[in-house]
């Protein structure tokens, strides 16, 4: 049974720093690519970060309005996958989820989401 579970979020003050983790079960981890997604009220889900699967090369990526704040990672031995968020702002405020992608994109699994709300 393929299972994505996000945890780390909550609210956090502008300026802060939170570190959302993926706890990956039930596919071979190392093989997946792996993204962060996140979904603000009112509007469309966007991808946040993405790390290529091992040994697929190629890079992170990451959107435009969170380079240089936040830092996607995966340590293979955990299953797991980690997104460091630094310098938050209102604006980051979102569900964040999970998304593992396989080759050619043939499977595709999501998590249930974690709630991070930057405010004052």
């Known amino acids: 049974q393929v299972q994505l579970v996000e945890s780390g979020g909550g609210l956090v003050q502008p300026g802060g720093s939170l570190r959302l983790s993926c706890a990956a079960s039930g596919f071979t981890f190392s093989s997946y690519a792996m993204r962060w997604y996140r979904q603000a009220p009112g509007k469309e889900r966007e991808l946040v970060a993405a790390i290529p699967s091992t040994g697929a090369g190629g890079r992170t990526n990451y959107a435009d309005s969170v380079k240089g704040r936040f830092t996607i990672s995966r340590d293979n031995a955990k299953n797991t996958v980690y997104l460091q968020m630094n310098s938050l702002k209102p604006e980051d405020t979102a569900v964040y989820y999970c998304?593992?992608?396989?080759?050619?994109?043939?499977?595709?699994?999501w998590g249930q989401g974690t709630q991070v709300t930057v405010s004052s």
């Open positions: 998304n593992a992608r396989s080759a050619m994109g043939r499977y595709d699994y």
